[in-house]
């Protein structure tokens, strides 16, 4: 016997709702999360050795001259690609519009782990009318993402440009044309594997039990051009039976947006800017009658001036130049004594200095991007009585050629 299987109008309505149920969270998902980032492909040949990171990918500056980093390297990585997540369309909380997002690479924590998933970015971020709260980790306000050269470098402009992504709390207050940025933020160091002499922070601003301070005001106009200054106020202790010390940092920058092209700059000077990717650090200098007291006098923050320019052009074929200088300051006050202990990175380097031109060509979601990159560092033979470099200098200097393909979506 034949058997048929006959469609009721009950069967019909019950198909259609089930549909519409698994549908439904897809639909919501759709209208709620906005999946971006890219694909970057990189092609990289250097002249000689250099301090970087990520199999020299991250590339700060070149090392001494020696028998050992006078040979050039190649390399090829694509671990730079990123994949970020926009989760908007959420109920209203206080009163405000509430908003998160999530971005991740590659990258990997440190050397040896490349290709390993990690975190960059991730926030909650409650918006009002004239007010905004975010928490969780972004940019560090120092880093400035009004205004920070557009290299085709990972770098970013690193070491003469503050780099760095920090857990934080941040308050900002928007007016006409005007905003001010307060934030408390933790190190997180994102590239431990680039320190020198023990650099990292993470564990002596932890048991200094205070949070970094960032203050920051801004003047926008309507045409995207911005003029800014900051300051940065963080504490450490090295040691847990010791006093906590304090290093600061000022900084102004600036973006002019154009019809063709968009100039930025910025100034940065300061103590301990390790935790930023930069050079210097502090020193340890407790005098003869004072060893093993761990006093906040001992402790000297090494200041660095740094500057840089970059001019970002617009269209199909794009052209570029940054260019960044980098002097060595010393430490910021007399040392009690000789110093005993450092940790910084590159103390000896007297300045340092970059010039990087480039070129993007841009085809809708491809873009295809050369830049050369020359970096110079003079390395001093001594240091005076506040830990300066001084006296002859040798430079090394390490030339980067760079072409990298973009894919964004």
Do not use: C
């Not at 003869?288 to 200041?303: E, H, T």
């Not at 002097?327 to 009690?336: E, I, K, P, T, Y």
Request: hydrophobic share 45%; proline share 5%.
């Amino acid at each position: 016997m034949k058997h048929t299987l006959r469609r009721t109008p009950g069967m019909g309505r019950g198909f259609g709702l089930l549909l519409l149920i698994l549908a439904t969270p897809l639909t919501l998902w759709a209208q709620s999360f906005k999946v971006g980032g890219f694909i970057k492909a990189e092609y990289l040949y250097d002249t000689r050795q250099v301090a970087a990171a990520r199999d020299g990918e991250f590339h700060l500056f070149p090392l001494p001259k020696s028998e050992a980093t006078e040979t050039d390297n190649l390399g090829a990585f694509v671990f730079f690609s990123r994949l970020s997540l926009t989760i908007g369309d959420l109920p209203e909380a206080l009163g405000a519009q509430v908003t998160g997002y999530f971005e991740s690479d590659f990258f990997g924590p440190q050397n040896g782990l490349e290709s390993t998933f990690r975190l960059r970015r991730a926030f909650v971020r409650l918006a009002w009318d004239q007010a905004e709260l975010l928490f969780g980790q972004e940019w560090s306000p120092l880093f400035t993402l009004a205004a920070f050269p557009r290299t085709v470098a990972t770098t970013t402009g690193a070491p003469f440009q503050p780099f760095a992504r920090q857990p934080q709390i941040r308050a900002t207050l928007k007016g006409q044309g005007v905003r001010f940025i307060g934030a408390l933020a933790w190190q997180r160091d994102a590239f431990q594997d680039i320190s020198f002499n023990g650099v990292s922070g993470i564990k002596q601003q932890q048991l200094s039990a205070l949070p970094a301070l960032h203050t920051h005001l801004q003047l926008f106009s309507q045409g995207g051009s911005v003029v800014g200054a900051g300051a940065y106020l963080k504490s450490l202790r090295p040691e847990a039976t010791g006093d906590r010390f304090f290093a600061w940092a000022v900084q102004g920058y600036f973006t002019l947006a154009g019809k063709g092209a968009t100039l930025r700059g910025k100034v940065t000077y300061g103590g301990d800017l390790t935790d930023h990717l930069m050079t210097g650090g502090y020193v340890y200098a407790p005098g003869a009658d004072r060893q093993g007291d761990y006093y906040a006098g001992a402790f000297k923050p090494l200041q660095l001036l740094s500057g840089w320019v970059d001019i970002d052009g617009a269209g199909r074929v794009a052209p570029g130049l940054f260019v960044g200088y980098l002097v060595n300051q010393g430490a910021s006050g007399d040392l009690d004594g000789p110093v005993v202990a450092t940790a910084a990175r590159a103390p000896n380097i007297k300045q340092l200095w970059r010039l990087a031109p480039r070129l993007n060509l841009n085809h809708g979601p491809v873009r295809f991007a050369f830049e050369l990159e020359v970096t110079s560092a003079a390395y001093a033979s001594r240091f005076d009585e506040r830990y300066k470099p001084i006296g002859d200098t040798e430079a090394a200097t390490n030339v980067r050629g760079n072409f990298t393909v973009f894919l964004f979506f």
